[in-house]
């Protein structure tokens, strides 16, 4: 008798049934305990002690962690079928309109629509291209930004300054708007709409215990969920404005017989046919991709900019050689431009670097699996949460040697034939800031631009170093733990003029 393959393969889980290795776990919350507020590090720690595959029980929950490249190919490339899917967390179902955007939808057609709007409407090359103009700008803003705050004689707070290059370049870009500096929105929408993206990402971040254990979300001790409801209000109640605000203005130019002028995102998906034959998308379909891309652009960027910065100023060796190719490839003359970017390899292995070192997402958004499957002949079942460790990936010793993993050491990507540095996993998956498969970050291109132009530009425009008192080696990198993992304390550090002065003006 010849059975159904899907039913031999049933057959054979019920056989086995071996789980991959892991930690003993307790009665009812399982492994929850073992894990504190650098969860990143504790799962790294239990992968060195059980091998590269390590199975835990979250509560109710069951979930893979890894933090090895064949182990991360075979879930992201090889059973990308099976692993694409995300979880219904319940910040998801709050903050992301019950998971109605790209990031955080579990797979299904709701999922491909909304991602193919962003790869078809907003995140195309020559859409791109049409904003780099507005990207040369915001550059400019962030540099003159620094000199300000040099001439007054006190350290700069980067954090403040890539905050809003990266707040400024993506708001431009999506909503029309810029929040900081000159001719800006106005500081009390600013003020607000920090405040808000703020709560949104710390939220979205939180290990939620009632995703785990559903008996503790009728305790809810904290009011987590109470405080998801009400950032839920305030997001909606602002995007909603900025819809409003687009509809207006696309009347008033339709009343006047105006041409259409730049589009920004929101007018592009205002221009798009929604789903059934319907005139236009829904706005909740709407609200829910310009959060997304806000919440996805935003901190990404900055947080990296910002880590890499904090490393380059510890380590005034790196400083020197990536300056001494700024002077090479952009010369004193003038301000580094996107088209520089691709011939500075010194400055593309200092973000590989920082990328090994201090990844944006440590566990990319987790993701979990469909259906029961196997690897390496465990048995993984289905609804597996799966969080692929990339800041162990960058720190593994089977990867990177056992000897100088915590040091910042750009050369460490220099390509020995000459190849272009390239940032993203490579067939190695020895780094693996974008991700890869059917869930890989659709931005990575705009993404990189934000990151090595605004690198570019404070590097060739100032000397930096540690603020007075602070030796450089001293200069503290502890990160804290979220959806994004920024340094802990806001990097500070003294900033210096090197371009003839009529450059920032
Ligand atoms: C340095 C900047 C950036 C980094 C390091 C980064 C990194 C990532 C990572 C690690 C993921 C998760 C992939 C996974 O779960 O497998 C992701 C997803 C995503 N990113 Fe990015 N990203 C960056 C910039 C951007 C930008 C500029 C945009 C859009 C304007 C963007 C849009 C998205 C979206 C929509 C997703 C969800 C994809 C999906 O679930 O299908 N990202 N990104």
């Given amino acids: 008798k010849i059975l159904h393959p899907w039913l031999t393969k049933k057959v054979h889980f019920n056989k086995t049934h071996k789980l991959p290795p892991g ?10 305990l073992q894990l504190g507020p650098l969860p990143h590090r504790d799962l790294a ?29 075979e879930i992201l490339v090889r059973q990308d079928d099976i692993f694409a899917s995300r979880p219904r967390t319940r910040a998801a179902a709050h903050l992301a309109y019950n998971c109605g ?22 995140l195309t090359t020559k859409r791109l291209e049409l904003f780099a103009k507005h990207r040369a700008q915001e550059a400019q803003h962030m540099v003159q930004d620094v000199l300000g705050r040099a001439q007054t004689g006190q350290p700069v707070n ?32 600013a003020m607000e709409f920090m405040h808000i993206t703020h709560e949104l990402f710390w939220l979205l971040g939180l290990i939620y215990l009632g995703d785990y254990l559903p008996i503790w979300r009728w305790v809810d001790p904290y009011g987590c969920e109470k405080k998801m409801r009400q950032v839920e209000k305030r997001v909606d109640d602002f995007h909603e404005r900025i819809i409003e605000e687009h509809k207006k203005a696309k009347e008033r130019r339709d009343k006047m017989g105006e041409e259409e ?23 909740v379909e709407i609200k829910a991709l310009i959060q997304d891309m806000i919440a996805a652009a935003t901190d990404t960027s900055s947080v990296t900019n910002e880590w890499a910065m904090a490393e380059v100023v510890k380590h005034p060796r790196v400083l020197r050689k990536v300056q001494d190719e700024l002077d090479r490839v952009v010369g004193p003359t003038r301000m580094a431009s996107e088209s520089d970017l691709p011939h500075l390899p010194y400055l593309r292995c200092i973000v590989r670097e920082t990328f090994r070192m201090h990844p944006a997402g440590p566990f990319l958004i987790p993701h979990e699996s469909i259906r029961p499957t196997t690897i390496n002949g465990y048995y993984i079942p289905a609804g597996t949460r799966v969080f692929i460790n990339t800041h162990g990936l960058g720190r593994n010793p089977t990867v990177w040697g056992r000897d100088d993993i915590e040091d910042f050491y750009p050369e460490r990507h220099w390509p020995s034939d000459g190849a272009r540095v390239e940032i993203s996993h490579g067939s190695d998956f020895k ?18 631009v934000f990151v090595l132009l605004g690198l570019a530009r404070l590097f060739h425009a100032f000397d930096w170093a540690p603020p007075e008192g602070i030796r450089a080696e001293e200069m503290d990198t502890q990160e804290v733990y979220g959806m994004t993992m920024p340094k802990a304390k806001p990097l500070f550090a003294v900033a210096k003029p090197r371009l003839p002065p009529h450059l920032y003006l």
């Fill in 431 to 448: 780094i693996l800031p974008f991700s890869a498969g059917k869930r890989r970050c659709p931005g990575a291109p705009l993404g990189l």
């Fill in 45 to 73: 720690t239990l992968c060195e002690k059980y091998g590269p595959l390590v199975y835990l029980k979250l509560g109710n929950v069951s979930a893979i962690t890894t933090n090895d490249p064949d182990m991360i190919r």
């Fill in 158 to 189: 980067l954090r403040e300054v890539l905050g809003a290059f990266s707040m400024n370049n993506v708001t431009r870009m999506l909503l029309g708007k810029q929040y900081f500096g000159a001719g800006t929105a106005g500081p009390q929408e």
């Fill in 261 to 283: 002028g730049e589009m920004d995102f929101v007018d592009v998906l205002l221009s798009l046919p929604g789903e059934d034959g319907k005139e236009h998308m829904d706005d």
């Fill in 101 to 122: 955007d790209v990031a955080l939808a579990p797979l299904g057609p709701r999922w491909k629509r909304m991602r193919r709007i962003c790869m078809e409407h907003l």
């Fill in 23 to 32: 930690p003993p776990r307790w009665p009812i919350v399982g492994n929850l």
